[in-house]
Every structure is written in structure tokens, then in C-alpha cells.
């Protein structure tokens, strides 16, 4: 019996270190806003077209593929149409060059309608573009400006988008 109890243990001390590893090194990325605007709602649009936030940190338990965030003024469709529109994919990197990249955008039908800008934390700390007007040069104007987009090869990283 006690051979048994042993074994048993044994086999719950491994699953719990295996457990307990996996939540450790569980993917994770915060999106956070930070506006300075006197007006307009931060949004964060999933590239299913779901809301995933409306102002507050987004947590994304797993890579975010395709998101879209802009300051909705009124103006701007559900999928930024109208506005400046930051694009991102934030996932751990599995493959040299294959981590997160973020961009701006103003290719049509997205158009410069307040200053956006983004920058990595937790990781390539301060990388990232600022949009300060209709003339930006950091943003993708044709979809073969893939010059302005910001890589990062990081694990866990996050991002932080300010307006105004």
C-alpha cells in the first residue's frame, strides 16, 4: 500500500510542477490606453469584429492577432473607417522575425482624424510610431508601406496607445 501511496505522490508532485510551469509561461499581452484627449472613447476591435474594450486594459490570454484600436469620435466605422487607426498582432515570437508587430494606418478608407500613437512596455520599451498629423510619415499610406511597422521579438509583450 505504501508503494502505491508513493507512486501516487509522485505522479501529483509531477503534474503540479508541469501545471504550475504552463501557468507560468502562459502567453499573456496588455493593450492600455492612454488619452489625453478632452473627448472620444479608446476602442479595441478583435479582427472578428468583436469590441474588446471601450477605454479600459485589454488582457489577451494567448496572442491577439489582427487587432484594431482607434479614438472613436463619432466619426469612425466599427472597423476605424474614417479615423487613424493603430493595427497590431501582439504574440510570443516562435521563429526569428515571427513576434508582434504594430503599425498606423491612414490607407483609405482610414483617414488622420487625431494624433495616435503607440509604443511597446515590458519589452523593446519605447519602440513605436506617433501620428501627429494628415502628413505622418510613419504610417501605412499604400498596403506596401510595410516600412512602418514596428517589430517586437519579445515574450509577454505589451502595448500602450495614447491619443492627443
Known amino acids: 500500500m505504501h508503494?502505491?501511496?508513493?507512486?501516487f505522490a509522485v505522479l501529483a508532485l509531477i503534474v503540479a510542477c508541469v501545471t504550475a510551469e504552463t501557468i507560468l509561461t502562459a502567453e499573456k499581452h496588455v493593450v492600455s490606453f492612454n488619452n489625453?484627449?478632452?473627448h472620444g472613447i479608446p476602442t479595441l476591435i478583435s479582427q472578428k469584429g468583436q469590441v474588446l474594450s471601450t477605454g479600459g486594459s485589454y488582457t489577451s490570454?494567448?496572442?491577439l492577432i489582427g487587432a484594431i484600436a482607434y479614438l472613436q469620435t463619432g466619426s469612425c466605422g466599427l472597423n476605424g473607417d474614417h479615423c487613424t487607426t493603430v493595427e497590431t498582432t501582439l504574440?510570443?515570437?516562435?521563429?526569428p522575425g515571427c513576434g508582434s508587430s504594430t503599425d498606423l494606418t491612414?490607407?483609405?478608407?482610414h483617414t488622420f482624424s487625431t494624433s495616435t500613437g503607440f509604443s511597446y512596455k515590458n519589452g523593446c520599451d519605447g519602440q513605436g510610431h506617433t501620428c501627429n498629423n494628415q502628413?505622418?510619415?510613419y504610417a501605412f499610406r499604400h498596403p506596401m508601406d510595410t516600412w512602418v511597422q514596428?517589430?517586437?521579438q519579445v515574450d509577454n509583450v505589451n502595448l500602450?496607445?495614447?491619443f492627443c
Open 61 to 63: 490570454n494567448g496572442p
Open 135 to 137: 502628413n505622418c510619415p
Open 3 to 7: 508503494a502505491l501511496y508513493r507512486i
Open 36 to 38: 489625453k484627449c478632452k
Open 160 to 162: 500602450v496607445i495614447t
Open 150 to 152: 514596428v517589430a517586437c
Open 91 to 95: 504574440k510570443n515570437p516562435t521563429c
Open 106 to 109: 491612414l490607407i483609405p478608407p
